[in-house]
């Protein structure tokens, strides 16, 4: 009887599965599967190398891993054999020292020390998706992670019940400022599981809104989410759970726009930013915050904040109609005597990307926690955040806050060294801009040296214009296409090269650009990507502004591996006007050379963050009558659900009804999803067809089972059809619908479902006036 397994992946075996064609990754498949049941068939050790093991599927595919115990196994290649790997394993009387050091230090870096994903087969039974995203959601800490991690937890066990209100920032506050790329995010995740496995601490653990869903995933964050003593939100719904009051009363980001807009038409300016919001909270209406001489992004921002001036406080508080701003939310909090929670004796709260909040409202975190010690509830805080990632305008440094420890992730598991090295001379730039304005010395950026591989260096496409520039792109997202490989988006958008510009592009101008994905600083924050292409990114004229570096800094910090610069001459001569050549260590290259460089590797992405355009190529598709065959995965993995579901198949239907039902006949024949064939189903007007598709899932998927059937009811009620609903709704499990209409019991519930509509209707109008006949 084989045992259970469980499966580590390392980052560096992604980038070969990725780059397989949908059919190849049923073979590796095959090969963990059985692996993951300790089935070891067609397994044998690398010669001379006890641990390394090669496992085969066929004559073609290959994985090779070792075990960490009895229990567990790592992955570190798999994918197609070829020749270079055939010398190594297949051959008894040769062996490659070159393949064997790559294998045992993938990157040049220890196993331990590889990014690893870990594959439970019960839970992520759906390989296809847990290959092209799902793996995020269940990141392995490395040992140096651990380690850094384990002198605060030393320090805040060994001072239990030692804290109090004075010494709190002394001794039970933390932060961490680390530059991008080091795992501040999975730390925080794991750490705040790992804290409430060990000590069922009442834990809250506070997020971007752009990243909750993608750690509610967690497949850690999803186990501690179902204890009633584990909290994972946005710094508002914080607010609303600690104080219930604030649930009604807080103004949304879109809210706090709409009363600034409301409130500058006094003034003769006419035209606001998101930007201008948290300016004119943080520098003009936040008295307590009065010095900024020192601050950056107030020097940065000055002539901005001097116009925002102008706007009355009165108009600003009136356009709210009575509801709280983030300042007076966080100002009322410092204020307020909030009771701690009641479900254990002590709490943790974990702040992720702090740099997005406001001074104020840090100091509010403080102020409760610091309530909380009075009430005899031990309390922690730890803050994570790198400053220099600051694409809002927010009021703080870390020596505002008076926290005295301090420690630092360094390791870089996202950046190349190569690609360190350019991105942090714009930091440098940052700095020098900091420095000519007083302003406080920003956090220095990871060291080159502390990256995680050594990679290519960054190249450097030169145009002589934008218009070249844009030439080169439409060049690059006609080449980039992957013709064979058009019936799967999932596939097809990991292999798109991502664009990052902190400009727009005119799309126009490209045409088809379904093989690239734009994406500037907002878009891009928080993520990361193997490869990247910076287009026309230094744009601009003059002397670049504070606000220009920082976003700068953001988006050369996404790619992995390989960054290709494209840049006009205008571009290049602004930045070496500066005195300084920020090029000189890049790799000159033409237009193929590019194209076939980026080309090379799968980008990789994640979905849950793009999801209208997810959307809008899925539609595109339906309009062609060539769907995406897993149409339905894609919506899955963009957490499109509900309402929202049923008005995208509505809009798909209205496109796939562009095409002939020759056509659409021609591709229900080679759809397998049930989903998808119902889809084409119900654009082809045969509901009841659609509804015995939806049949065969009744057994194993129920929930996809009863949507489909409300769904196709939908549709009919939608064409004016209530019988037909009605009859189509009849038909579910439950059987508890019901409708008003004559003669429901004699059409509905007494018919087979065969009999054509029209023909029971006249016969139970029959049946009704002879019997009125009979009896009158």
Known sequence: ?????????????????????????????????????????????????????????????????????????????????????????????????????????????????????????????????????????????????????EEPLNMICSDHQETNRDNFEDKACIVFQSAPGTGKTVCASLFACEIHRAYEWNTMLIVPSALRRDIAAYSDIELALKSNNFWLGTFPQWLGKINPEFKSKLASPQQEFAALQQAIKYTRNTEVTHADVLLYQSFILDGSNSNQSKNAVFKANFHRIHQLLKINKNHWYKALACRLSRLEAANILQQKYLKPPLDSECSIVIVDEAQDLMLCELQALIAVCKSWIEQGHQTYLWLLGDLNQRINPTNFTWNQLKIRNVFELKRNYRNSQQILAFANQFCELAQKINSSVGAKKLPPPALPEDAFEVG???????????????????????????????????????????????????????????SLLILNAEQAKGREFETCVAFCLFDGVGMPSLEETFAWYTLLTRPRSRLLIVATDAEIERLTSLGKDYFSNCQSVDNDTAIEWIAEVASDMNLSQITDDVLSRLLKRCATGFLYWDTY????????????????????????????IKVLEAELVQVEDISLRCLILRAMNRSWEALGEANTLKTFDETEYKRLVKSIAKDLEAKKLPYEAARIRATLVDGKYQRDLPFWQEVIESSPQSQPLVSLLCRAFNNKLQHFLENN
């Open 1 to 149: 009887m084989y045992g259970k397994r469980s499966i580590k992946i390392i980052r560096a075996a992604f980038r070969d599965i990725q780059r397989l064609p949908p059919n190849a990754l049923t073979k590796v498949y095959e090969i963990l599967q059985r692996l993951s049941q300790g089935d070891e068939r067609h397994t044998k050790p690398l010669r001379g190398y006890k641990k390394l093991l090669r496992t085969k599927s066929g004559s073609n595919w290959r994985v090779i891993w070792q075990k960490e115990d009895e229990n567990r196994i790592l992955v570190i290649k798999a994918g197609w054999r070829d020749r270079f790997y055939d010398d190594a394993f297949d051959k008894r009387d040769r062996i490659n020292p070159k393949v064997i050091e790559e294998l045992l230090q993938p990157e040049g870096k220890v196993l331990a020390e590889n990014p690893s994903y870990e594959w439970d087969r019960e839970r992520d039974w759906d390989w296809y998706k847990f290959v092209y995203g799902s793996y995020r959601y269940c990141p392995q800490l490395t040992d140096y992670q651990r380690k850094v991690l």
């Open 456 to 514: 290519y260096p960054v190249r450097l496409l030169k145009c002589a214009s934008r218009i070249e520039a844009l030439n080169f792109l439409k060049e690059l997202a006609d080449k980039s296409k992957q013709e064979k490989n058009q019936r799967h988006l999932l596939y097809d958008l990991a292999n798109a090269v991502k664009v990052i510009s902190n400009h727009s592009i005119d799309t126009h101008y490209i045409g088809d650009i379904d």
């Open 633 to 660: 995965l894609a919506l899955q993995f963009t957490g499109v659900q509900d309402r929202q579901l049923y008005e995208w198949e509505a809009k798909a239907i209205s496109q796939l009804q562009q095409n002939s």
